[in-house]
């Protein structure tokens, strides 16, 4: 049995936390969490996070559907960033995409589009 890795959350109370998909390995999000959001991953291991815009908690696909079961965090070597291994539902981003990364610098649209933002978020 191992300990639980100290999180440094720093001044602001918050870490970065890349939501990865534990199977294609694909990068779906980046997202900030508190403690009390670790915590509340950890216990329902659905991922949680912390809104900056609306100061809160949130879980991910709450408002959605767009859910993520949370199959592995993982702890960067300064122990000052998150990955969480995710089985996807649906599409990671706001927008309809399946990631959040999805258009280049030069503003090409390189990602798939598997909702529609304005009947989720009515």
Known sequence: MTDQVDVDFGDNGLVP???QDADSKDVLMLAYVSPKALEKTVETGRAHYYSR???ELWE???TSGNTQSVKE????????????????EGGACHTGHESCFYRTIDGETVGTKVFDPDAVYE
């Open 60 to 62: 991910k696909g709450a």
């Open 73 to 88: 965090v993982r702890v960067d070597c300064d122990a000052d960033t998150l990955l969480y291994l995710v089985e996807q």
């Open 17 to 19: 936390a890349v939501a």
């Open 53 to 55: 815009s609306r100061e």
